[in-house]
């Protein structure tokens, strides 16, 4: 089956933690993406990136670190510089002009 | 900052009723406007979009009417059942990078349909 797996489901970290998500994807898509998504909230662009090796910030990149080495992969991290990184993250890929979302996870910190 | 508003926060609804959920935006540029749909605890899912050279686009019960010169589209749900309980995201974008397409959401509607 073809789409977005994102790992864990759900990740406690302690305070000055560094914490590092992971995004996959096997739909051959160019451009994938990272939001956040807090209560009440609509999503909010972290980061996001055309091809392998660029990526670009998006509206709340502070504290947060990308790589993309793979066209298939597009890990997030998640540093202690985020001064309120519990939320609700979400990874998405597309081609043209639809966006497809992974499961998400869940960051909580303790 | 571009920004898209979105109403209401929450709305419920009998089953069998119409459910309306309206989004306004700001940037002209916007050129393509997708709905989502999000069940708890889970990524959303694309449920219908337009784009502003059309003023309705109907798929099943789900239809997104348009009102360009408003800057305004809203997504109406026809005879809403209690399966369409989620929380419902507009979108707008009109910047494309490369291959990537950047999105503004709205704040979302948390739609129950009562049975």
């Known amino acids: 089956d073809g789409g977005i797996t994102q790992s864990p489901k759900y990740l406690f970290r302690k305070e000055g933690q560094n914490v590092t998500l992971s995004c996959e994807q096997n739909l051959n898509h160019d451009a994938m993406y990272w939001y956040r998504q807090d209560p009440g909230q609509g999503l909010r662009l972290i980061y996001y990136s055309q091809i392998v090796n660029d990526f670009q910030k998006g509206d709340i990149a502070e504290g947060y670190s990308v790589s993309r080495e793979k066209k298939e992969s597009f890990p997030l991290t998640v540093t202690s510089a985020q001064k309120n990184p519990t939320a609700f993250y979400l990874c998405a890929s597309s081609r043209l002009n639809e966006q497809f979302f992974g499961p998400g996870t869940r960051l909580t910190v303790l | 900052q571009q920004q898209v508003k979105q109403s209401p926060q929450s709305l419920i609804v009998q089953k069998g009723g119409i459910s309306i959920i309206n989004c306004a935006y700001e940037?002209?540029?916007?050129?393509?406007f997708p709905w989502y749909q999000q069940f708890p605890g889970k990524g959303p899912a694309l449920l219908i979009a337009i784009r502003p050279d059309v003023s309705e686009k109907k798929e099943g019960r789900f239809t997104i009417s348009f009102n360009k010169s408003a800057k305004q589209f809203s997504l109406h749900i026809m005879d809403s059942q209690p399966g369409d309980s989620a929380t419902y995201f507009c979108a707008a974008s009109g910047d494309y990078s490369g291959s990537a397409r950047q999105l503004t959401f709205g704040s979302g509607t948390q739609l129950t349909v009562l049975p």
């Open positions: 940037n002209t540029a916007f050129d393509y």
